[in-house]
């Protein structure tokens, strides 16, 4: 079945540091969501890219989708404790319908 | 407005045994699911419905049974549950094409 490959596992920075966590996919994909889960807590959606070469910023986030779209990316700038959590890509296999492919997660642990 | 409200929280059950986990959605969401996260594998999807009356299977269904009889309510039913299925489920929900899902606060089961 589909796959969405992420990495890197674990991704431990100084404040200030920045953070990429990458999502990959040996077959194309329709699109891919992100989402963010603090410790305990439940996933939260953050953004989702559909074109190829998509390019969305939220502040300090930033995110990328390939021009292929077998790829993504999160890339946060001068993280911040507030940022530490679990990290998701997920392909929605049926647009809307939340039949969601989850990657296995980044999770950022963050030194103050 | 409560969003995706999913009870109970935690519960502990032993093998052979049968339960129920509930989620109900207020938000008039046409898309609900349920998945189970573990430990290093992210989120994988059990089984999602497109609408009352409508269900079909994700990823992981075997072992649990699901129904949608009405548009606020998708539960999950636990039909002789084993310890492989100690795991924290969540529900989700998103409406039309938007994408986003709304996940609930989640159950953490432990089967013994």
């Known amino acids: 079945g589909q796959q969405v490959m992420q990495i890197p596992q674990y991704q431990h920075v100084q404040e200030g540091e920045d953070f990429t966590t990458y999502c990959n996919s040996s077959?194309?994909?329709?699109?891919i969501q992100w989402y963010k889960q603090r410790p305990g807590g439940h996933p939260v959606f953050l953004i989702q890219?559909?074109?190829?070469?998509e390019v969305k910023k939220q502040k300090r986030l930033t995110f990328q989708f390939g021009e292929a779209k077998k790829n993504s990316s999160l890339h946060i700038t001068a993280t911040q404790t507030t940022d530490v959590g679990t990290y998701f890509c997920?392909?929605?296999?049926?647009?809307?319908?939340?039949?969601?492919?989850f990657g296995q997660g980044t999770r950022l642990t963050i030194n103050p | 407005n409560a969003g995706v409200t999913q009870t109970p929280k935690f519960q502990v059950l032993k093998t052979g045994q049968s339960m129920t986990l509930q989620c109900a959605q207020d938000m008039n969401h046409e898309y609900m699911s349920w998945y189970r996260q573990d430990p290093g594998m992210g989120l994988r999807l059990i089984h999602y419905?497109?609408?009352?009356?409508?269900?079909d299977q994700g990823e992981v269904p075997n072992g649990y049974n699901v129904s949608r009889s009405t548009t606020e309510d998708f539960p999950l039913r636990l039909l002789s549950a084993a310890p492989s299925q100690t795991s924290v489920y969540f529900c989700?929900?998103?409406?039309?094409?938007?994408?986003?899902?709304?996940f609930g606060q989640g159950t953490r089961l432990t089967v013994v």
């Open positions: 989700a929900s998103s409406y039309g094409q938007s994408a986003e899902a709304f």
């Open positions: 419905s497109v609408g009352a009356g409508i269900t």
């Open positions: 890219l559909v074109k190829s070469g």
């Open positions: 077959t194309t994909l329709s699109n």
């Open positions: 997920a392909e929605d296999l049926i647009q809307g319908a939340q039949k969601l492919v």
